[in-house]
């Protein structure tokens, strides 16, 4: 996780040594415009914005992933 004043970051990796695949961003200061949450891809494109988390997460329902302990 990174932690600026204004921005709170998430990251997803693929493995430890990678790059992030995506990052889940909560911008506060765009809650009342584009939405505060934002998913963005590994090339840096948007791929769901809004206000509420449950909603833009819902763009990993069509991914496969698998949970590792």
């Known amino acids: 996780m ?3 004043r ?3 970051e998430f990251a997803v990796f693929r493995r430890h040594g990678d790059a992030p695949l ?3 961003e909560k911008r506060p200061a765009l809650r009342l415009k584009q939405g505060q949450w934002a ?3 590994e090339g840096g494109h948007v791929l769901k914005r809004g206000r509420d988390l ?3 997460l819902k763009v990993f329902d069509a991914r496969r ?3 590792v302990e």
């Open 6 to 8: 204004d921005v709170a």
């Open 65 to 67: 992933f698998t949970v």
């Open 22 to 24: 995506y990052r889940i």
């Open 39 to 41: 998913v963005i891809s």
């Open 54 to 56: 449950d909603q833009v």
């Open 2 to 4: 990174v932690g600026h």
